[in-house]
C-alpha cells in the first residue's frame, strides 16, 4: 500500500509546475503593426520550488508527515497549485491573444474584417449610398441635411 502511494505522490510530482504566460513581439510589416503575442510556458524556476517543498513536506519526519494520508495530500495540494497556476496563465494568454487579434483585424486592409467592411461599404455606395469616414464628415451631413426653415 505504501508503495502505490509513493508512486502516486511521485506521478503527481512529475506532473507538477508553475505556469507563466510569456510575451512574443510580433511584428507584421504588411499591416504597419507591431504587437506582443502571448505564449503559456512552463517556469522552471517555480517548478523546482513546488517539487522542493512536497519533498520536504512528505520526507521531514519533523512534521509527522509518516501517514500514508498525509503522503497523499502534500501532493496532492502541489498538484492543485499548478492547476490553478494552469487556469489563471491560460486565461490571460487566452484574454492577450484576443486583443491582440482584434487589433490585428482593425489594422491590417487584409484582414477578414476589413474585407467584410469594405464589402458592405462598396455595396452601399453601389447602391447610392454615401460612406462617412469621420465626425466632422458626418457634422456637415447632418447639417446639410437636417436644417430647419
Avoid at 19 to 43: D, G, I, Y
Avoid at 78 to 93: K, M, R, Y
Wanted: contains cysteine.
Amino acid at each position: 500500500m505504501a508503495y502505490k502511494i509513493t508512486l502516486l505522490a511521485l506521478l503527481s510530482l512529475s506532473t507538477t509546475g508553475c505556469f507563466a504566460p510569456m510575451m512574443v513581439a510580433k511584428h507584421q510589416p504588411e499591416c504597419q503593426l507591431a504587437t506582443r503575442q502571448f505564449e503559456l510556458t512552463m517556469s522552471g524556476q517555480g517548478s523546482q520550488a513546488l517539487t522542493s517543498i512536497a519533498l520536504e513536506g512528505m520526507f521531514n519526519s519533523a512534521n509527522g508527515c509518516n501517514t500514508p494520508e498525509c503522503l497523499l495530500i502534500v501532493p496532492l495540494g502541489i498538484f492543485a497549485v499548478s492547476a490553478t497556476s494552469l487556469i489563471v496563465s491560460g486565461s490571460i494568454v487566452v484574454v492577450g491573444n484576443t486583443i491582440h487579434w482584434i487589433e490585428k483585424q482593425g489594422k491590417c486592409q487584409n484582414s477578414l474584417t476589413q474585407t467584410l467592411v469594405n464589402n458592405v461599404a462598396d455595396s452601399m455606395t453601389a447602391l447610392g449610398g454615401k460612406t462617412i469616414q469621420s465626425t466632422t464628415e458626418l457634422m456637415t451631413w447632418f447639417r446639410q441635411h437636417l436644417e430647419m426653415d
